[in-house]
């Protein structure tokens, strides 16, 4: 590091998602906000960030400024369109190249740690660690072992490779950043982590775009009717995310209240992602399959939107159903809960964390649709319920900033340093 050990210039490392992608689609999503939130943050604070990410698109220049003292550095590693999540391991030799050879083109020492996002990026930190003799941080996001004890019906499980390639980067790095105190369990369980290497920091919500506004004008902008009862899914749409759970359980409300169609409307945020790429319209084709889907149905599928976009959804929701089999952290949920709107949320992984059960939304185990049902009509149509909630969920979200992530994310370089310091001698 610099004069006194003070963080100067950061390499960050997101090789198969550019920070610079549409979260909600393709696989681009909650760590796209997550990168792109922490490096503005720790560049406010002085530190210069590069991020790393492989270009997928010819047109891509190979710097692109995003933000002030933030710049997205393309890659070409492997053909710029075609290669799956799960064919990139095949390109990390030459990304990892490519990365350290434009880093060769600095003076020495121009890099004063690696943080890198999900195994992929970590097996290229690894390498650029010793290469440069800066401490490696990593954040796992999502971790193979833990999908494959959850999986959704019709998902893949993660593959061996990707097993053993996590087994490494967790091996490799000097401190792990696990979302929740969940998250660094598992790691300390399922992969043998060091518990002095692990260190807990939330993420958090950009407050000024995420806050309560006008109902009333939010729908009018969006086409909702000023009294529908507006259930929202918004995420990538795959197994994984399970938005059919929703869909399955809105089935069961209306054949338990039918005259509750005339004023039900469910919009689906998002596009297909994972393995939801293998059968795009099979959302749309189990909500015709429901009886709610169509043009006289309830659902209404929306591409992915921008951030402001995304608040006003939030703001128009009566609630916002995040029926995940899994999340390490759940930014939709914290999201939601900042613009005022309750969550109703599956008590699972981070969410667990982030939605207060009873209090800023409601928890449900399992995925049971008969039991999503009864939640969601709990959290959306008891008015007295709803509102004591939303005053919850507001209160729960100002748990969470980035500013308060940035600041505990230069805490952990800082340690990371001294950790690297002891492991080398």
């Not at 919500?205 to 309560?212: A, K, S």
């Not at 000023?226 to 197994?239: E, S």
Request: net charge negative; aromatic share 4%; with cysteine.
């Amino acid at each position: 590091m610099g004069r006194e050990g003070e963080l100067r210039r950061l390499a960050m490392i997101s090789l198969h998602t550019s920070p610079l992608d549409q979260p909600g689609t393709g696989d681009a999503g909650g760590m796209n906000v997550y990168v792109v939130e922490l490096a503005r943050r720790l560049a406010a604070r002085g530190v210069e960030v590069d991020v790393f990410t492989r270009a997928t698109r010819s047109t891509h220049e190979s710097v692109v400024p995003l933000a002030d003292g933030v710049s997205v550095r393309h890659i070409t590693a492997g053909p710029f369109e075609g290669l799956t999540k799960h064919e990139l391991p095949g390109q990390l030799c030459v990304f990892a190249r490519e990365v350290l050879r434009t880093e060769a083109a600095q003076p020495v020492g121009h890099y004063d740690a690696v943080h890198s996002h999900y195994w992929l990026s970590g097996q290229v930190g690894a390498l650029a660690r010793d290469r440069w003799g800066v401490p490696l941080v990593h954040s796992m996001h999502t971790m193979a072992k833990v999908k494959n004890d959850a999986l959704a019906d019709g998902d893949r499980p993660e593959p061996a490779a990707r097993v053993i390639g996590e087994e490494q980067v967790v091996e490799a790095a000097d401190v792990l950043v696990a979302n929740t105190d969940l998250e660094a369990k598992q790691l300390i369980n399922l992969y043998d982590a060091d518990p002095g290497r692990v260190e807990v920091v939330h993420p958090g919500v950009d407050l000024e775009v995420f806050r309560p506004t006008d109902v009333a004008a939010a729908r009018a902008a969006l086409d909702l009717p000023p009294d529908a009862v507006v259930l929202l899914f918004a995420g990538r749409i795959q197994p994984l995310k399970a938005p059919d759970v929703l869909l399955r359980a809105v089935a069961v409300m209306l054949e338990r209240d039918p005259g509750l169609r005339s004023r039900l409307v469910v919009p689906i945020v998002g596009g297909p992602s994972g393995s939801g790429l293998d059968r795009p319209s099979a959302l749309a084709a189990l909500a015709d399959e429901l009886g709610i889907g169509g043009p006289d149905g309830v659902v209404r599928f929306v591409p992915p939107v921008t951030q402001p976009e995304l608040a006003r959804w939030y703001a128009a929701a009566t609630v916002v159903a995040v029926p995940s089999y899994n999340e390490s952290f759940g930014l939709v949920a914290v999201e939601a809960q900042a613009c005022g709107t309750p969550v109703v949320a599956a008590a699972v992984g981070g969410l667990t964390t982030v939605v207060r059960d009873g209090h800023s939304g409601l928890l449900v185990p399992g995925h049971d649709p008969e039991a999503w049902a009864t939640a969601l009509r709990r959290a959306a149509l008891d008015d007295a319920e709803r509102a004591r909630l939303a005053v919850g969920a507001l209160a729960q979200a100002q748990e969470f900033s980035w500013d308060a992530t940035a600041e505990q994310t230069l805490g952990v370089y800082r340690r990371a340093r001294s950790l690297m310091r002891e492991s080398v001698g």
